[in-house]
């Protein structure tokens, strides 16, 4: 019996360092240029032991068109700015502005985890694209917006913006290693 409650004891412990350690991070990490993204911000922890009351998302320049997932008990705000110069959609429509930053506000206590939603269009380029996040709590804020430097991995900022590794699909193409290309 007091092997159990040890390794119960031990294992809270271990929870608690565990999420102090986790980041806001999208749950697809890899797409291809121009394509059609869904994916969502997961939330894994509050703010030093604090609720998160709210998740900001900036969008970045490159992408035209995103939307956000609707969360019961959860409000959204959605923060639009004028384009430089109107464009074209793909069904012909003439888009003036674009998606900036999303906000959900709810309540999510620091013991629960949660996702975030959105949809987008991705960018017609290669490399990785970040996606600034504030997670705003009772007492507190995390700012998951540290972008790497040159020569710098995702992981050795302090507090990392989410990201996605955008890269082309590889050359169909080539023959694959052991299969021969014959012409017929």
Partial sequence: M??????????????????????????????????????????????????????????PAGIISAKPQPKAGWSLEILREPLA?????????????????????????DAEFDAFGISAKLPNMAGPLYFPTVQTCEAGENRWTDIPGPGQAWHDVRHPAPVINIAPAPDMGMAMPGMEMHEH
Avoid: D, M, N
Wanted: glycine share 14%.
């Fill in 85 to 109: 110069a109107p464009i074209t959609g793909e069904g012909g429509q003439v888009i003036r502005e674009r998606v900036k930053s999303i906000t959900w506000r709810g309540r999510l206590p």
């Fill in 2 to 59: 007091k092997t159990i409650i040890f390794t119960a004891a031990v294992a809270a412990v271990l929870a608690g360092v565990g999420g102090a350690q986790a980041h806001v991070v999208l749950s697809q990490t890899e797409a291809r240029p121009g394509a059609y993204y869904a994916g969502e911000f997961r939330v894994g922890h509050g703010c030093a032991g604090s609720a998160t009351t709210a998740l900001t998302v900036t969008i």
